[in-house]
């Protein structure tokens, strides 16, 4: 059966906006950190846009319409190339995107605080559009947020492993080479482990930072 949520305008326009938006807006924030720290790679291969085509992952954009996960191409970089080093490097461009989300969390959240502040708000715009505003915004908010959180996690493909690289000692080199070989099949079990365990351990490790950061944005 067809989650109600999936056919719900309300959470549809929110997610569209992040697959057209939000989604090559955090990939575009990596190509332009390795461009500036000196990599043309991302140029070369026309990742320094906003053209959602350019972004996209056919697999990816499905999935952030059946949950708050997603992903889009991943940008290709020479580490050799930034001016500060391979690692430093590397971690600055990882950390880029995660950033993004976090930022669009924020100005979703300013714009809505904003509007809240205006004691003529619901004379202004009405009830049944503030109270989709609010829903738009919640789901916006929220996606961000997770995604933020979900690509910082230390695991194969994600930011949060390159993140690591950056800032761990060389000693840890070993270790973390290992974690990345299975950082896949880790990031698979771990999602789904709810549907064949119902152990949902994702939900425990990024509730809690999202809980927090939810509140600290929206106030509730």
Not at 53 to 81: C, E, Q, R
Not at 155 to 174: E, I, N, T
Request: aromatic share 10%.
């Amino acid at each position: 059966m067809i989650s109600p949520d999936l056919l719900n305008p309300l959470v549809l326009l929110p997610k569209l906006v992040i697959l057209l938006f939000a989604f090559p807006l955090h990939e575009l924030a990596h190509a332009l950190t390795a461009d500036w720290l000196g990599d043309p790679t991302p140029r070369r291969q026309g990742r320094l846009t906003l053209n959602p085509m350019a972004h996209l992952d056919l697999l990816g954009s499905l999935m952030i319409f059946f949950g708050v996960f997603g992903w889009a191409k991943p940008v290709y970089t020479n580490p050799y190339n930034f001016r500060n080093g391979p690692r430093a490097g590397t971690a600055m461009v990882a950390l880029a995107g995660p950033l993004t989300n976090l930022a669009l969390a924020m100005i979703a959240a300013i714009i809505w605080r904003v509007m809240m502040a205006y004691d003529g708000i619901l004379d202004l715009v009405g009830f049944n559009a503030l109270s989709n505003l609010a829903t738009f915004i919640d789901v916006f908010v929220t996606i961000n947020l997770y995604l933020m959180l979900f690509n910082l996690l230390p695991l194969g493909p994600l930011d949060g492993m390159k993140v690591l690289r950056g800032v761990a000692p060389h000693a840890w080199d070993g270790f973390l080479d290992q974690l990345e070989r299975w950082g896949m099949v880790i990031l698979l079990a771990l999602i789904f482990l709810p549907t064949f365990a119902n152990v949902n351990i994702l939900g425990i490790v990024l509730g809690p930072p999202f809980s927090v950061l939810y509140s600290l944005l929206l106030g509730v």
